[in-house]
């Protein structure tokens, strides 16, 4: 079955960095545009950046755009956010997801998701 395993977070002071990983199982990974989100408490999920399959389209929520950088690894089946410049409003809960039908900002257009990593960033 398809596993998505997230790991990177914690708690770091603003204008600090981190990087987190979500390693995928169970699907053809170069095949699957890949999400990040997060959810804050009290708050909706939001999409944070998405990667095409071969890793040139990327997309960036504004509110994160020249901060936090989306790449990804096919032959380790691996995509990764890496998050400079921290603030204290990117604290959430991170999750990775994998689209199947194609390339998408929509979380309720993904199949597949993690279980998702905290990331707490101190004043």
């Known amino acids: 079955q398809v596993q998505l395993v997230e790991s990177g977070g914690g708690l770091v002071q603003a204008g600090g960095s981190l990087r987190l990983s979500c390693a995928a199982s169970?699907?053809?990974?170069?095949?699957?545009?890949m999400g990040w989100f997060r959810q804050a408490p009290g708050k909706e999920r939001e999409v944070v950046s998405v990667?095409?399959?071969?890793?040139?389209?990327?997309y960036y929520a504004e509110s994160v755009k020249g901060r936090f950088t989306i790449s990804r690894d096919n032959a380790k089946n691996t995509v990764y956010l890496q998050m400079n410049g921290l603030k204290p409003e990117d604290t959430a809960v991170y999750f990775c997801?994998?689209?199947?039908?194609?390339?998408?900002?929509?979380?309720?257009?993904?199949?597949?998701w993690g279980q998702g990593t905290q990331v707490t960033v101190s004043s």
């Open positions: 169970g699907l053809t990974f170069s095949r699957v545009p």
């Open positions: 997801a994998a689209d199947l039908r194609g390339f998408s900002t929509v979380a309720s257009e993904y199949d597949y």
């Open positions: 990667i095409g399959r071969s890793g040139i389209v990327k």
